[in-house]
C-alpha cells in the first residue's frame, strides 16, 4: 500500500517506519525541515532504540521518503496516519490540540478524491467529531473522507517492537460498517495475520483508549509508591511487597515498579489531560483516585529532596551532590517531564553544587538546565561529591563497582530512589545507603 504519516516525533517516525518494514510505501511529512532532512538521512533526530537502522534500510529501499509539504502528502496516497503532538496547554492541564487541528486544515485542500484519515495523537475524547467535520468543510472530497481513530500504545525505548509487535489494535469509527475498516485492516494486515487482537468500536470508546491506559498505568506505579510510603514509616521492604503483590494474576508485577515514580512525555500529560476532560464532561468525581495517583508521584520527587537533607542537613548551600540519570527513563534521551532533573534543578535551587550525568540525555539537558554541570563519566561525576543520587535506573550504573567510587567521593553517601543498586553490595564497600520505600 501507499500512505502517509504526518508528524514525524516519536511516534509518526516511528509507524512510517515500521509501515515500511511491513512492505508499504511510505511518506512521511513534518513542517521542521530539519528533521526531514536528518530524517531522509536515515536517522532519527531523537534516541529510540532500533529505530535508526530502519530509517537507513528503508530510506535506502526507496520505500520510506520524507517531506515537508502537505500538498505533496495529500497527492501521494488516499491513506494518511496522523501523529502530531498533543502536548499539555500552558497554564492548563488540557491537551493542546493546535498541532492536530493544523495538520488537519493544512491536509485537507488536497484531498480531492476518497481517502482514510487515521489520526493516531493522543486526545480528550470528542475530539473526532471535530477532526471530521473539518475535513467535510475543507476538503474538496467533503463527506468521501473517512476519519478513523488508531490510537497508540507505544512505550518509549520499546517503540519499534511495540509497533510491529502490539500487543492490540484499536480502530475507532463512526459508522458499524465503515469501508475505511478494510483499508486499514489491509494496512496492518501482516501485524493481524500474526495474532495481534483488534477491536473495532466508536470514535469515543477509541479516542478514550490512550489517556485510560495511561491513567491506569500511571495509578499502578503510584499505588506501589504509596505502598512505599507506608513501608518507609513502618521498616517494611516495598521491593520485597511488590513481589508478593505481583504473584497475584489479577494485580501482576509488570509496571508496578516502585521507585521516583513516573514521567516523560505521556504519562503525565495524559492524567492531567483526562483528568481535565472529566471535568468538563461533569465527571470528575470518577477520577478523584486520579489526582490522588498524581499527588503521590509529585510526593515521590520531595521525598528524595528530603532524604538528601537528612544525610547533608538543611543548609545545602555549597553541598557538592552527583546525580546519575537525566532521562526520564532509561534507553531513551526523552528529558519531558523527568523526575530526575527536576530533582537536580530542586536541588540547585537549594544551593547544591549539582553534577549530572547520563549516556543518552545530557545534550537535552544542557539545553533545558544549563544552570546545572555536566559530566560524560558516571565514574568522574562524583569526584569531591558530598552525595551521589541514583534517578535514572540506566544498567550502566548498576555494574559500576561502589569501590572505585569512593576513592574519588568526598563522603560515602548514596540515595537509590529506583531501587536497583545492590544495596549490600555498596554497604560492603563503605556507603551509607538510603532507597526509597527500604529499610
Same mark, same amino acid.
Not at 516511528?14 to 525541515?33: F, K, N, Q, R
Not at 495481534?196 to 495509578?219: C, M, Q, R, Y
Not at 508485577?253 to 515514580?261: D, W
Given at each position: 500500500?501507499?500512505?502517509?504519516? =504526518?508528524?514525524?516525533?516519536?511516534?509518526?517516525?516511528?509507524?512510517?517506519?515500521?509501515?515500511?518494514e511491513? +512492505?508499504?510505501?511510505?511518506? +512521511?511529512?513534518?513542517?521542521?525541515i530539519?528533521?526531514?532532512?536528518?530524517?531522509?538521512?536515515?536517522?532519527?533526530?531523537?534516541? !529510540?532504540?532500533?529505530?535508526?537502522?530502519?530509517?537507513? /534500510?528503508?530510506?535506502?529501499?526507496?520505500?520510506?521518503?520524507?517531506?515537508?509539504?502537505? @500538498?505533496?502528502?495529500?497527492?501521494?496516497?488516499?491513506?494518511?496516519?496522523?501523529?502530531?503532538? &498533543?502536548? @499539555?496547554?500552558?497554564?492548563?492541564?488540557?491537551?493542546d490540540?493546535?498541532?492536530?487541528?493544523?495538520?488537519?486544515t493544512?491536509?485537507?485542500?488536497?484531498?480531492? $478524491?476518497?481517502?482514510?484519515?487515521?489520526?493516531?495523537?493522543?486526545?480528550?475524547?470528542?475530539?473526532a467529531?471535530?477532526?471530521?467535520?473539518?475535513?467535510?468543510?475543507q476538503?474538496?472530497?467533503?463527506?468521501?473522507? *473517512?476519519?478513523?481513530?488508531?490510537? *497508540?500504545?507505544?512505550?518509549?525505548s520499546?517503540?519499534?517492537?511495540?509497533?510491529? #509487535?502490539?500487543? %492490540?489494535i484499536?480502530?475507532?469509527?463512526?459508522?458499524?460498517?465503515?469501508?475505511? *475498516?478494510? =483499508?486499514?485492516?489491509?494496512?496492518? +494486515?501482516?501485524?493481524?495475520?500474526?495474532?495481534?487482537?483488534?477491536?473495532?468500536?466508536?470514535?469515543?470508546?477509541?479516542?478514550?483508549?490512550? +489517556?485510560?491506559?495511561?491513567?491506569?498505568?500511571?495509578?499502578?506505579?503510584?499505588?506501589?509508591?504509596?505502598?512505599?510510603?507506608?513501608?518507609?514509616?513502618?521498616?517494611?521492604?516495598?521491593? !520485597?511487597?511488590?513481589? =508478593?503483590?505481583?504473584?497475584?494474576?489479577?494485580?501482576?508485577?509488570?509496571?508496578?515498579?516502585?521507585?521516583?515514580?513516573?514521567?516523560?512525555?505521556?504519562?503525565p500529560?495524559?492524567?492531567r489531560?483526562?483528568?481535565?476532560?472529566?471535568?468538563?464532561?461533569?465527571?470528575?468525581?470518577?477520577?478523584?483516585?486520579?489526582?490522588?495517583?498524581?499527588?503521590?508521584?509529585? %510526593?515521590?520527587?520531595?521525598?528524595?529532596?528530603?532524604?538528601?537533607?537528612? !544525610?547533608?542537613?538543611?543548609?545545602?548551600?555549597?553541598?557538592?551532590?552527583?546525580?546519575?540519570?537525566?532521562?526520564?527513563?532509561?534507553? $531513551?534521551?526523552?528529558?519531558?517531564?523527568?523526575p530526575?532533573?527536576?530533582?537536580?534543578?530542586?536541588?540547585?535551587?537549594?544551593?547544591?553544587?549539582?553534577?549530572?550525568?547520563?549516556p /543518552?540525555?545530557?545534550?537535552?539537558? %544542557?539545553?533545558?538546565?544549563?544552570?546545572?554541570?555536566?559530566?560524560?563519566?558516571?565514574?568522574?561525576?562524583?569526584?569531591?561529591?558530598?552525595?551521589?543520587?541514583?534517578?535514572?535506573?540506566?544498567? @550502566?550504573?548498576?555494574?559500576?563497582?561502589? /569501590?572505585?567510587?569512593? &576513592?574519588r567521593?568526598?563522603?560515602?553517601?548514596?540515595?537509590?530512589?529506583?531501587?536497583?543498586?545492590?544495596?549490600?553490595?555498596?554497604?560492603?564497600?563503605?556507603?551509607?545507603? #538510603?532507597?526509597?520505600?527500604?529499610?
Amino acid at each position: 500500500m501507499k500512505m502517509t504519516v =504526518i508528524g514525524c516525533g516519536y511516534l509518526g517516525a516511528t509507524h512510517a517506519a515500521c509501515m515500511a518494514e511491513l +512492505g508499504h510505501e511510505v511518506l +512521511g511529512m513534518d513542517s521542521d525541515i530539519d528533521k526531514v532532512h536528518t530524517l531522509n538521512a536515515g536517522q532519527a533526530p531523537f534516541f !529510540e532504540r532500533g529505530l535508526d537502522d530502519l530509517l537507513a /534500510k528503508h530510506t535506502a529501499s526507496g520505500r520510506l521518503c520524507f517531506t515537508a509539504s502537505y @500538498q505533496e502528502a495529500a497527492e501521494f496516497a488516499d491513506l494518511h496516519f496522523i501523529g502530531v503532538g &498533543t502536548p @499539555q496547554q500552558s497554564g492548563t492541564d488540557a491537551y493542546d490540540l493546535t498541532h492536530l487541528f493544523d495538520a488537519v486544515t493544512r491536509l485537507a485542500p488536497g484531498l480531492t $478524491t476518497p481517502a482514510v484519515v487515521a489520526v493516531k495523537s493522543t486526545v480528550p475524547v470528542g475530539t473526532a467529531p471535530r477532526v471530521a467535520e473539518l475535513l467535510r468543510e475543507q476538503a474538496p472530497a467533503g463527506d468521501l473522507i *473517512e476519519v478513523a481513530w488508531n490510537p *497508540e500504545f507505544l512505550r518509549e525505548s520499546f517503540a519499534v517492537e511495540d509497533t510491529l #509487535r502490539p500487543d %492490540r489494535i484499536v480502530l475507532g469509527f463512526n459508522t458499524t460498517h465503515s469501508w475505511a *475498516e478494510a =483499508i486499514l485492516r489491509q494496512a496492518f +494486515g501482516k501485524i493481524i495475520e500474526s495474532g495481534a487482537p483488534t477491536i473495532v468500536t466508536d470514535w469515543a470508546t477509541a479516542e478514550l483508549a490512550k +489517556g485510560a491506559a495511561n491513567s491506569f498505568l500511571a495509578t499502578k506505579i503510584s499505588f506501589i509508591n504509596a505502598m512505599a510510603e507506608v513501608c518507609e514509616k513502618s521498616g517494611a521492604n516495598v521491593a !520485597e511487597l511488590a513481589g =508478593i503483590l505481583g504473584h497475584d494474576i489479577r494485580i501482576g508485577r509488570r509496571g508496578m515498579r516502585p521507585g521516583l515514580g513516573f514521567g516523560g512525555g505521556c504519562l503525565p500529560k495524559d492524567i492531567r489531560g483526562f483528568i481535565t476532560r472529566a471535568d468538563e464532561l461533569d465527571a470528575g468525581e470518577a477520577v478523584g483516585i486520579l489526582r490522588e495517583a498524581e499527588a503521590v508521584n509529585a %510526593r515521590r520527587r520531595q521525598r528524595v529532596i528530603d532524604l538528601a537533607h537528612e !544525610e547533608l542537613g538543611t543548609d545545602l548551600r555549597g553541598k557538592r551532590i552527583t546525580v546519575w540519570g537525566a532521562s526520564f527513563k532509561p534507553e $531513551t534521551d526523552d528529558i519531558r517531564d523527568s523526575p530526575a532533573l527536576a530533582v537536580a534543578q530542586a536541588l540547585h535551587d537549594l544551593g547544591a553544587s549539582v553534577t549530572v550525568t547520563d549516556p /543518552k540525555a545530557l545534550d537535552n539537558a %544542557r539545553k533545558l538546565h544549563p544552570e546545572l554541570d555536566y559530566v560524560e563519566d558516571p565514574t568522574a561525576a562524583v569526584d569531591d561529591a558530598d552525595l551521589l543520587i541514583h534517578l535514572t535506573e540506566w544498567p @550502566q550504573f548498576t555494574h559500576i563497582d561502589p /569501590k572505585q567510587l569512593a &576513592t574519588r567521593t568526598k563522603k560515602l553517601k548514596v540515595i537509590d530512589a529506583r531501587g536497583t543498586l545492590n544495596a549490600d553490595q555498596w554497604r560492603d564497600a563503605g556507603w551509607i545507603t #538510603r532507597a526509597l520505600g527500604r529499610p
